[in-house]
Nanobody
Framework: QVQLVESGGGLVQAGESLRLSCAAS????????MGWYRQAPGKQRELVAT???????NYADSVKGRFTISRDNGKKSVYLQMNSLNAEDTAVYYC?????????????????WGQGTQVTVSS
């Protein structure tokens, strides 16, 4: 059973920083792209940032220059450093990863999501 578990959310004031972490566990053969998405009340889930297994990154325009995504392949983890937070960043943040599990002779690739962690920024 593969799981993604997030941590690091909380309540901060505008201008402050938070670091989100997400760790994958279970019967994992390899992990491809990992990323962070967020969903604010009344809005659709949106991409925040993604990172490939080789370290290439992609960011939403709204977070470029403020957020940094990174990963530790050995720890099967992805991180999101969020600086200069503002009220528009308030949302539930979800970790996402494409993970292969099963056997090497017959791997099964699947998209996995974490349970979400709340980030609230007060202005």
């Amino acid at each position: 059973q593969v799981q993604l578990v997030e941590s690091g959310g909380g309540l901060v004031q505008a201008g402050e920083s938070l670091r989100l972490s997400c760790a994958a566990s279970g019967s994992i053969l390899w992990i491809s792209a990992m990323g962070w998405y967020r969903q604010a009340p009344g809005k659709q889930r949106e991409l925040v940032a993604t990172i490939t297994s080789g370290g290439s990154t992609n960011y939403a325009d709204s977070v470029k220059g403020r957020f940094t995504i990174s990963r530790d392949n050995g720890k099967k983890s992805v991180y999101l450093q969020m600086n200069s937070l503002n009220a528009e960043d308030t949302a539930v943040y979800y970790c996402n990863a494409f993970i292969a599990s099963g056997s090497y002779s017959r791997p099964i690739g699947q998209d996995y999501w974490g349970q979400g962690t709340q980030v609230t920024v007060s202005s």
